[in-house]
């Protein structure tokens, strides 16, 4: 895949991310597609990502602004740089309580694409930083 098409895969992805759209998150994503956070147990498959983004709908509402999106020149991996702008909306188990708490948190992703889709999506950001803001 050229790395164009894989910047524009990237793009339409968080597109989808910031109008609240997962049917079109996971138009982006392998059957197959390992989903990595900095905290947690690594999810398989399009199920689990499908149920990690009704929670994440549900517990927070998030734009991503900012965004730098990068690609190897053969299109298989690519990595991302974005600020997330967002309100804690439900208390995520094992997290404080949620109150509409607004937070400004630096993050990234890291991509891998094969056959046109995304098979591996690793994002991070400093998750006590993001306490410590919806802590206040």
Request: net charge negative.
């Amino acid at each position: 895949m050229p790395r164009a098409a894989t910047l524009a895969l990237i793009t339409r992805y968080y597109a989808a991310f910031n109008a609240g759209d997962p049917d079109g998150m996971l138009a982006c994503l392998s059957d197959d597609i390992e989903h990595r956070v900095n905290e947690g147990t690594p999810r398989i498959g399009r199920a689990k990502f499908a149920e990690f983004c009704s929670h994440m709908g549900v517990s927070y509402r998030e734009q991503l602004q900012e965004m730098v999106i990068f690609a190897t020149d053969d299109g298989t991996r690519a990595a991302a740089e974005f600020v997330v702008h967002g309100q804690y909306l439900q208390t995520d188990p094992g997290l404080p309580e949620a109150k509409g708490q607004t937070y400004i948190l630096p993050a990234g992703g890291f991509f891998e694409v094969r056959e046109g889709r995304i098979s591996r999506i690793t994002t991070f950001y400093n998750l006590n930083d993001w306490i410590a803001q919806v802590s206040r």
